[in-house]
């Protein structure tokens, strides 16, 4: 027996097993189960949750879930500003936690709960971070507000939870809802209008601490 042959064998043996190992440990496990060869739901159905209502859909395995909001649920007021993860317009709430829609691919979140700036509130009944960004103009254009509020709402929910940031100064205590905090957390939405201040103050109104 040639030790060689056995060698490479057992190496591409490790490789392949390695890679399977990393891809399937990556996904959550409805699609693990929609991977396997001969399913019919390869080609991308699935469930999941957007703003509370159970909707089923069927994409290519490539659509972003910033194109399955707007282009497939027609749900437009995440707003595809960069398309590259830069400027914050598209984030969107997923199980409570911010993320740029434009930079996950929609069959990652089978069977999450999705909050859009459709979910927050409705026209009769704003939720506070909406209606604080409308008394403190926290807007001129609106592009990127949606997704300016989606994320100051979970930045408040992060802060709360005890996550800290970059500026946090001490890692052993809970973090403070502070003006230093909360635009630092917020630094990932770019506002091209440059309503900044406008937003800092409507943030403060709805869960601030000016210390
Ligand atoms: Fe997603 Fe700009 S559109 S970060
Ligand atoms: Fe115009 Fe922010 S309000 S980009």
């Known amino acids: 027996m040639d030790p060689r042959k056995d060698f490479e064998l057992s190496r591409r043996t490790v490789l392949v097993a390695g890679g399977a190992t990393v891809v399937v440990t990556a996904l959550p496990a409805a699609q693990v189960q929609a991977a396997t060869p001969g399913n019919p739901a390869y080609a991308g159905s699935f469930s999941l949750s957007v703003n509370g209502a159970q909707r089923t ?113 001490d890692l052993t205590s809970s973090p403070r809802a502070t003006p230093d905090e909360m635009r630092e957390r917020m630094s990932g939405n770019i506002c091209r209008c440059g309503a900044y201040s406008n937003i800092a103050d409507a943030m403060a109104e709805v869960g601030g601490d000016q210390a």
């Open 57 to 169: 859909v069927e994409v290519d395995t490539r659509t972003t879930l910033l194109d399955l909001l707007r282009e497939h649920l027609k749900l437009t007021g995440s707003k595809k500003g960069c398309d590259h993860g830069q400027c914050g317009a598209c984030t969107v709430m997923v199980n409570g936690e911010r993320i740029n829609s434009c930079l996950s691919l929609a069959v990652m979140h089978a069977g999450d709960e999705v909050t859009t700036i459709e979910g927050l509130g409705t026209t009769e009944q704003l939720h506070p971070m909406q209606a604080a960004f409308v008394k403190h103009d926290g807007y001129q254009c609106g592009y990127c507000t949606p997704g300016q509020i989606c994320s100051a709402v979970a930045v408040l929910d992060e802060i709360k939870a005890g996550v800290p940031s970059h500026v946090t100064g």
